[in-house]
């Protein structure tokens, strides 16, 4: 069965420093998304992307976050000068429509970011 | 953006017991989508109602959907231990799913 892959599992990196967590989507899909959930609380709508361009974004995915999808199957999520408060799971989702009725979302495992 | 919020926040039942968590949301939608979540792992889609159906199953899994009260609640019928998780309800539109804080569920064997 088709699955979104996300490398690493779990990086750790020192404040202030950038990191690039990486996802595979699933490969027909349009949709592409970034979540995050720190420890105990919710999971975070950060970013959508389509037709490789930002569709829609959160407040919360501020001037020090960027996305790519540098090739036809990889999308990134680039945090530029990491704070102690970026510690949290991201999790990269995909789906294969977007604007219709049905917009399930296929998530990966997530990648455990710790700030230190 | 609307999300749909869960209740309770959280269920505690034995092996084999039913679970029945609720979900409620303020405007007009197409769809709803509920989603599991193990403890730090993503989320996976269980099901999804349209609108104008008023119930669906899927295996353990009962939907059923109310949009005049505007809530939709998911029941696990024979509950094990591996349904431990939390769920999550995400409706449609927004089209990108947002969720809520959810139901942590805890099946004891």
């Known amino acids: 069965e088709p699955e979104v892959t996300q490398t690493p599992s779990h990086q750790v990196t020192q404040m202030g420093q950038e990191v690039i967590l990486r996802c595979v989507p699933i490969?027909?899909?349009?949709?592409f998304y970034w979540y995050r959930q720190i420890l105990g609380q919710k999971v975070e709508f950060l970013v959508s992307?389509?037709?490789?361009?930002?569709?829609?974004k959160s407040e919360i995915f501020d001037d020090q976050f960027s996305v790519e999808r540098p090739d036809g199957s990889n999308f990134t999520l680039k945090i530029r000068s990491t704070k102690l408060e970026d510690s949290a799971m991201y999790f990269c989702?995909?789906?294969?429509?977007?604007?219709?009725?049905?917009?399930?979302?296929?998530f990966g495992q997530g990648t455990r970011l710790t700030v230190v | 953006s609307q999300q749909g919020e869960e209740d309770p926040q959280a269920l505690s039942i034995q092996e084999g017991e039913n679970a029945t968590m609720n979900c409620s949301y303020k405007?007009?939608?197409?769809?709803l989508q509920w989603y599991r979540q193990n403890s730090g792992r993503g989320l996976v889609h269980l099901i999804l109602?349209?609108?104008?159906?008023r119930e669906k199953h899927s295996g353990r899994l009962r939907v059923t959907l109310d949009t005049s009260k505007k809530s939709s609640s998911l029941l696990i019928t024979a509950s094990r231990a591996a349904d431990t998780a939390s769920y999550f309800c995400?409706?449609?539109?927004?089209?990108?799913?947002?969720f809520g804080r959810g139901t942590s569920l805890i099946v004891h064997p």
């Open positions: 989702a995909s789906s294969a429509r977007g604007q219709a009725e049905d917009t399930e979302a296929f």
């Open positions: 490969s027909n899909h349009l949709y």
């Open positions: 992307f389509y037709n490789n361009e930002i569709s829609e």
């Open positions: 405007t007009s939608i197409n769809n």
């Open positions: 109602i349209r609108s104008n159906e």
């Open positions: 995400a409706t449609a539109p927004p089209y990108i799913p947002t």
